[in-house]
């Protein structure tokens, strides 16, 4: 019998392939399966198809990336899958091997710890600035984030964690828009990548950790100290949410992080 796992990967390729006939449709390419299609528009899906299987833990840490196998799975060329892998590289997410193709990026301590103290404090800083200017429509917007966050599960399994997209979706609108009053572009945009970052090593320690975590109460707590302008305090609340989520998934790295999933398919000897 397939697994959870399974049959949420192998959803979401489904789900991926309609979205990129829709997409290609509404700029009338005329046929993703033969290549005929904008390269451009094939290798943007296919980073975000990409980006979110490794996010949710879909495809391993140090698995084998072979375009032969990805051109299978996706009914495309080489070239948008190759830039589609070169941007995910570019983003932390994929690593080159010399002359061997690409990788998941491995996932250990020494890299875990120098994410989660780079978060610090490039988001500390950038939430305390966002405190001391933010206005009336800045708490407006975090609250009503905080607000659809709580009403999505973290995870889609009752039993097993299987990674939930649209809490992931959410949950970095609220993160974006707690910092959102910095004032600095530049910042929000590489807190957005370190968000998406660290979401992959999130989800690895969910597997072991979800049910004793209350992340929701995190949150709670994290976006009253905000909204009442408390900064020390906010700044403190963060700093500790993402510790906690360190040493969760230093936990969680310690567990072989192998199984039965598709992964194995795309991975090589």
């Known amino acids: 019998m397939a697994s959870l796992i399974d049959i949420f990967f192998q959803i979401n390729i489904l ?7 829709a997409m290609i449709d509404q700029h009338g390419a005329r046929n993703l399966l033969t290549g005929e299609a904008s390269g451009k528009t094939l290798a943007t899906h296919a980073v975000s198809a990409l980006r979110q299987w490794i996010l949710d833990g879909a495809l391993a840490p140090g698995s084998r990336l072979r375009i032969e196998e990805l051109r299978a799975r996706f009914g495309m060329g080489a070239s948008p899958l190759r830039e589609a892998l070169s941007q995910l590289a570019a983003e932390g997410l994929v690593q080159r091997l010399d002359q061997r193709g690409f990788r998941v990026a ?18 500390g800083s950038a939430l305390r600035a966002s405190i001391e200017a933010g206005d009336d429509a800045w708490e407006e917007r975090i609250i009503i984030a905080h607000r659809r966050l709580s009403r999505v599960p973290r995870s889609l399994g009752a039993e097993a964690f299987i990674p939930n997209p649209e809490w992931d979706k959410l949950h970095l609108a609220l ?3 707690l910092i959102g009053a910095c004032r600095a572009t530049t910042v929000l945009e590489i807190c957005e990548t370190l968000h998406h970052r660290a979401t992959r090593f999130r989800n690895l320690s969910n597997a072991v950790a979800w049910r004793q975590r209350e992340v929701g109460h995190e949150h709670d707590a994290l976006v009253a100290a905000v909204v ?5 305090e906010a700044v403190d609340l963060l700093l ?3 510790r906690k989520t360190g040493a969760l998934v230093g936990e969680a790295l310690a567990v072989s992080y192998r199984g039965s999933s598709p992964a194995a398919e795309i991975q090589g000897a």
């Open 15 to 21: 789900s991926t392939k309609w979205k990129m006939l």
């Open 106 to 123: 491995t996932a250990d301590a020494a890299e875990l710890n120098d994410l989660i103290e780079t978060r610090c404090l490039i988001e």
């Open 175 to 177: 993160h974006m828009a």
């Open 228 to 232: 009442e302008r408390r900064a020390n």
């Open 240 to 242: 500790n949410h993402y």
